[in-house]
């Protein structure tokens, strides 16, 4: 989805994106940008702190360079089937924006729909384009049929645009914390690989609000765009199924999937066959963690499950089984009491960085590729069907020097196998 919101944008003229991500994602956003051959910047929030100051910080080192650019602030995990319409309202918005406007991008609403914001239309200003009367809560159903009935209000997308010092200039003037604190955060920052890292300590003490409170519910210079595009916020697997396309009987199933009687069900199974029978109305998520069963009307209370593993510190909480790296990717596919095995892919021209280990020896085997070894001194070029193997203590590296991925099996043993025991001698 964040691949597809990228693509929605190719023919607009516009320049590399800016990426505002927590920094637990940072390598999974990487590889999806490097998937689809896309440069960004890419700004790690230490901590989420809501939409405002994400925006802020996209605007602050938007005009680092002097420059006063437009910003089109888009959600990556928004759907758009009507691309087209979709760059016809952007357009739109981009003669507003230039004037100074804060425009806030309304959805034309099909039916009552209860799990948006909507946003009360005022004086049309130009085709299509409206002053904001009024922002207003998710509705119960029978306000949002008054809603849809009297045509004047929208769905909030959640998508803005708007010159960058016209933001921060808004955001000085209402939600003044907010500017100091990523002013602040922009002003020590630290540029990791391909990341931008900011001020830890100035961007915790900035207040956690979105950009509709803390800017576009009090500005006077807020207009709406009308857009018709097939657009959703896709919030939930419920919504996910809103959207795609079913087959005869209603379900949505990708994957490994077999069904029997099964009816408006949502299954999705990447890693391993799932046979649902005599289901109806469900939705069910196999992944590398875990899997989720859940009628597709309760499918919001999966936060309480998040709350529960928490709060039992479960290792589902804490990690992922695949985990995406700098070089290219680890998963965890068995473990016990003194090993672990994990599979790992090297990109072409990737490499690990140096590092040792104080608890635990590797064994490595080469499935498809070729590896350059780095171990103490030594360098080894060993290739597919061979295997090498890295003592307790021993400084190594794996690097991928070759045109195509690098797939092999590393073998852990040892007393403790946890990730905190390395010691690395470069950054990775």
Same mark, same amino acid.
């Given at each position: ?47 989420? %702190? ?14 680092? !360079? ?11 995990? /928004? ?30 609403? /099909? ?73 602040? !955060? ?10 931008? %890292? ?27 765009? !009308? ?37 408006? !069900? ?54 992922? %089984? ?15 009491? %003194? ?17 040792? /280990?104080? /608890? ?69």
């Amino acid at each position: 989805m964040l691949q597809s919101t990228i693509g929605r944008i190719q023919g607009l003229q516009a320049s590399d994106p800016i990426i505002i991500t927590n920094e637990e994602h940072r390598f999974i956003v990487a590889e999806q940008l490097r998937q689809i051959g896309t440069k960004a910047k890419i700004i790690l929030e230490p901590i989420g %702190r809501n939409t405002a100051p994400a925006i802020a910080l996209a605007a602050f080192s938007a005009m680092e !360079s002097g420059d006063d650019p437009t910003l089109l602030v888009l959600a990556a995990d /928004h759907i758009v089937k009507d691309v087209q319409a979709f760059q016809t309202s952007v357009k739109k918005a981009i003669e507003e924006a230039e004037q100074g406007k804060l425009v806030t991008f309304g959805i034309v609403p /099909h039916k009552a729909e209860t799990g948006y914001g909507y946003i009360h239309r005022g004086t049309e200003v130009s085709l299509d384009v409206f002053e904001v009367n009024q922002f207003v809560e998710k509705p119960d159903y029978e306000t949002a049929q008054k809603y849809l009935d009297s045509g004047e209000f929208y769905w909030n997308s959640g998508c803005f645009m708007f010159k960058a010092s016209t933001y921060l200039k808004e955001l000085q003037t209402f939600s003044p914390e907010i500017y100091l604190y990523c002013q602040k !955060s922009v002003q020590a920052i630290d540029y990791d690989l391909d990341f931008i %890292r900011v001020d830890k300590k100035e961007f915790m003490q900035c207040p956690d609000d979105s950009v509709d409170y803390a800017v576009m519910e009090h500005t006077k210079h807020a207009v709406v765009v !009308s857009m018709d595009a097939g657009w959703s916020d896709v919030g939930s697997w419920s919504a996910l199924w809103d959207v795609s396309d079913k087959d005869e009987k209603g379900n949505v199933s990708i994957g490994d999937v077999i069904l029997n009687d099964t009816h408006d !069900s949502y299954i999705y199974a990447p890693n391993k066959l799932v046979a649902a029978v005599g289901i109806k109305g469900m939705v069910v998520i196999e992944t590398k963690d875990a899997v989720l069963v859940a009628q597709k009307n309760n499918v919001q209370e999966v936060k309480n499950i998040v709350e529960q593993l928490k709060e039992d510190d479960r290792a589902e909480f804490r990690e992922h %089984r695949e985990v995406y790296r700098p070089w290219g990717k680890s998963d965890a596919i068995d473990k016990g009491g %003194r090993y672990k095995v994990n599979r790992i892919t090297v990109e072409p021209g990737k490499k690990q960085s140096l590092q040792m /280990h104080y /608890h635990r020896a590797e064994h490595w085997v080469v499935v498809s590729g070729t590896a350059k070894v780095t171990f103490d001194s030594q360098i080894k070029v060993i290739t597919e069907n061979q295997s090498i193997y890295i003592p307790v203590g021993v400084s190594h590296r794996i690097e991928n020097p070759g045109k195509i991925p690098l797939e092999l099996i590393e073998i852990q043993s040892g007393s403790y196998l946890n990730e905190d025991d390395v010691i690395r001698f470069e950054k990775n």
